[in-house]
């Protein structure tokens, strides 16, 4: 099963599910985001397969979301979309895609709905929190 994650190694959300993901047996293909950042179209693609309005993709917190007054709901789709392609780090995340759908892995657990194999047993994330699966 192919399994994608746009990743951010600064995260420890993103770390857990990447860690979750692996520990089901599957390696999947990172995409380091802020590295390597979504078309436009790719984004779309993204939201429109999550069934979410592109504002719930949005970051706040830890990036220039406040700054640019991202919270006027004067902002359109596009708009938005237009500041996540200049400043990726508004782009939530992990986003998981699978053959199962897509979806932003918030909380990291969500991910095992996604995966082949979500009975990956006993799992400790990173803040100590115990996941059975």
């Given at each position: 099963?192919?399994?994608?994650?746009?990743h951010?190694?600064d995260c420890?959300?993103?770390?857990?599910t990447?860690?979750?993901?692996?520990?089901s047996?599957?390696?999947?293909?990172?995409?380091?985001?802020?590295?390597?950042?979504?078309?436009?179209?790719?984004?779309?693609?993204?939201v429109a397969?999550?069934?979410?309005?592109?504002r719930?993709?949005?970051?706040?917190?830890?990036?220039?979301?406040?700054?640019?007054?991202?919270?006027?709901?004067?902002?359109?789709?596009e708009?938005?979309?237009?500041?996540?392609?200049?400043?990726?780090?508004?782009?939530?995340?992990?986003?998981?895609?699978?053959?199962?759908?897509?979806?932003?892995?918030?909380?990291?657990?969500?991910?095992?709905?996604?995966l082949?194999?979500?009975?990956?047993?006993?799992?400790?994330?990173?803040?100590?929190?115990?996941?059975?699966?």
């Amino acid at each position: 099963m192919s399994v994608t994650i746009y990743h951010n190694p600064d995260c420890g959300t993103s770390r857990n599910t990447l860690a979750m993901i692996r520990q089901s047996g599957v390696e999947p293909t990172i995409i380091e985001y802020l590295k390597a950042p979504p078309s436009r179209e790719r984004l779309k693609e993204l939201v429109a397969a999550m069934n979410i309005p592109v504002r719930a993709l949005l970051r706040e917190r830890g990036t220039p979301y406040k700054e640019l007054g991202l919270d006027d709901p004067k902002w359109t789709d596009e708009q938005l979309i237009d500041q996540m392609l200049a400043h990726p780090i508004l782009i939530n995340r992990p986003i998981v895609v699978t053959p199962k759908g897509v979806r932003l892995c918030r909380p990291s657990e969500a991910v095992l709905d996604l995966l082949p194999n979500p009975h990956i047993g006993r799992f400790v994330k990173e803040d100590g929190e115990v996941i059975e699966s």
